[in-house]
């Protein structure tokens, strides 16, 4: 049976005890890091806004993991592609992530997996993606550490532990994977093939404050959560996180499927959860994405009734093109402002994700008659 600690943290200042406290009560720290063992860590560094913004994981989070990981001779490296794989997107979320800073103070190596290699690699047990071009520097260490944030997401519902290793594989290969998926449940048995391939051996969730409400992953609102999730099983982990969030976590496809596919375990009946009870630390009132509520769930062929499109406000936007130059299809060009070609769009969401304004938000476009 899984386990899955879950540890009160109230402020970053003292993230290090609470991730300390996290990994003792999954069999101590020594047990997952090692001296000499390569360990690559793989934060949710995928846009370019501050720590308080709560998209990325927080620097002093990724700092504490480095340090504990360091304490023991491990060799530690942190590794990325941001969103939307522009030139020089990584190193500018790098460094407004407040991570590049972090790099910079421990020492450790930083992978670039945009200026670096990708290997081309067969995905065993697919469902839609057969194959794709992982990161190198996955198959340079002795063990990979999935740092995910806990928000809402427009596509997956939630973003935690699975989603965020789509992060590891080549920026055109996930513009593959929206443009040639883009159903919501194709889109998200994408993301299980990859999480699949990659199976991070421990997973450390920064639910310190997460991101709620329509506009996550990026511009949703944070939200004090006050807790760190850890789990060898990162399925698993999503599946506490998406319960301490209000949800049901087969009402997730992303967990439905991965607990399915046997990737992981996503029934709670199936998870030993040590350190706090659920029941004690549920975040009441979290405004789940609003694409999610029973009248929708319910529907048949969810999903395929609606999409979510990015719409522009001109007043908020700086004319910078940042969401012109990393669209992954082209679909928009400056005009002076930005325009989208809607018929080149494929929902990627890299605009909105992208954007240094919050100039983009995601509307409900109802597809054919309303079924509800
Ligand atoms: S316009 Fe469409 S395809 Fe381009 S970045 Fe935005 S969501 Fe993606
Ligand atoms: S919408 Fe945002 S990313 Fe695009 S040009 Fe305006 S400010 Fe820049």
């Given at each position: 049976?899984?386990?899955?600690?879950?540890?009160?943290?109230?402020?970053?200042?003292?993230?290090?005890?609470?991730?300390?406290?996290?990994?003792?009560?999954?069999?101590?720290?020594?047990?997952?890091?090692?001296?000499?063992?390569?360990?690559?860590?793989?934060?949710?560094?995928?846009?370019?806004?501050?720590?308080?913004?709560?998209?990325?994981?927080?620097?002093?989070?990724?700092k504490?993991?480095?340090?504990?990981?360091?304490?023991?001779?491990?060799?530690?490296?942190?590794?990325?592609?941001?969103?939307?794989?522009?030139?020089?997107?990584?190193?500018?979320?790098?460094?407004?992530?407040?991570?590049?800073?972090?790099?910079?103070?421990?020492?450790?190596?930083?992978?670039?997996?945009?200026?670096?290699?990708?290997?081309?690699?067969?995905?065993?047990?697919?469902?839609?993606?057969?194959?794709?071009?992982?990161?190198?520097?996955?198959?340079?260490?002795?063990?990979?550490?999935?740092?995910?944030?806990?928000?809402?997401?427009?596509?997956?519902?939630?973003?935690?532990?699975?989603?965020n290793?789509?992060?590891?594989?080549?920026?055109?290969?996930r513009?593959?994977?929206?443009?040639?998926?883009?159903?919501?449940?194709?889109?998200?048995?994408?993301?299980?093939?990859?999480?699949?391939f990659?199976r991070?051996?421990?997973?450390?969730?920064?639910?310190?404050?997460?991101?709620?409400?329509?506009?996550?992953?990026?511009?949703?609102?944070?939200?004090?959560?006050?807790?760190?999730?850890?789990?060898?099983?990162?399925?698993?982990?999503?599946?506490?996180?998406?319960?301490?969030?209000?949800?049901?976590?087969?009402?997730?496809?992303?967990?439905?499927f991965a607990?399915?596919?046997?990737?992981?375990?996503?029934?709670?009946?199936?998870?030993?959860?040590?350190?706090?009870?659920?029941?004690?630390?549920?975040?009441?009132?979290?405004?789940?994405?609003?694409?999610?509520?029973?009248?929708?769930?319910?529907?048949?062929?969810?999903?395929?009734?609606?999409?979510?499109?990015?719409?522009?406000?001109?007043?908020?936007?700086?004319?910078?093109?940042?969401?012109?130059?990393?669209?992954?299809?082209?679909?928009?060009?400056?005009?002076?402002?930005?325009?989208?070609?809607?018929?080149?769009?494929?929902?990627?969401?890299?605009?909105?994700?992208?954007?240094?304004?919050?100039?983009?938000?995601l509307?409900?476009?109802?597809?054919?008659?309303?079924?509800?």
């Open positions: 049976m899984p386990k899955v600690s879950i540890v009160k943290c109230d402020d970053y200042s003292e993230v290090k005890a609470g991730i300390e406290e996290s990994l003792k009560l999954l069999g101590g720290i020594k047990k997952f890091f090692k001296k000499g063992e390569r360990v690559l860590l793989k934060p949710n560094i995928s846009d370019p806004l501050p720590p308080e913004k709560a998209s990325n994981t927080h620097p002093l989070f990724v504490a993991v480095i340090e504990i990981a360091q304490k023991t001779g491990a060799e530690v490296s942190v590794g990325e592609a941001s969103a939307g794989g522009g030139e020089g997107i990584t190193t500018k979320c790098l460094e407004m992530s407040g991570i590049g800073k972090v790099i910079s103070e421990t020492g450790v190596t930083f992978r670039n997996f945009q200026e670096e290699p990708f290997m081309p690699r067969d995905i065993p047990s697919f469902k839609v993606m057969d194959k794709t071009d992982f990161a190198n520097a996955i198959f340079q260490v002795d063990m990979v550490v999935n740092l995910p944030k806990l928000k809402t997401h427009g596509l997956t519902f939630i973003t935690g532990s699975i989603k290793c789509f992060g590891c594989i080549h920026p055109e290969e513009k593959h994977l929206h443009g040639t998926f883009p159903r919501r449940e194709d889109f998200t048995q994408g993301l299980v093939d990859i999480y699949s990659v991070p051996r421990l997973t450390i969730m920064d639910a310190v404050v997460g991101m709620e409400g329509e506009q996550g992953p990026s511009f949703g609102d944070p939200k004090k959560i006050g807790l760190v999730i850890a789990g060898e099983d990162g399925v698993a982990v999503d599946a506490v996180a998406a319960t301490v969030i209000g949800y049901e976590p087969h009402a997730l496809p992303i967990i439905k607990d399915e596919r046997g990737i992981g375990t996503g029934d709670m009946r199936k998870i030993e959860v040590v350190g706090e009870r659920i029941k004690d630390v549920v975040v009441k009132g979290f405004k789940q994405h609003p694409l999610f509520n029973n009248k929708y769930r319910k529907m048949e062929g969810f999903g395929s009734s609606f999409v979510m499109i990015p719409e522009f406000t001109q007043s908020k936007c700086i004319k910078c093109g940042t969401c012109a130059n990393n669209c992954p299809v082209r679909a928009i060009r400056m005009n002076p402002y930005p325009v989208i070609d809607r018929e080149k769009c494929i929902m990627c969401y890299c605009c909105h994700e992208l954007c240094p304004q919050g100039a983009y938000q509307k409900i476009k109802w597809l054919g008659k309303k079924q509800i």
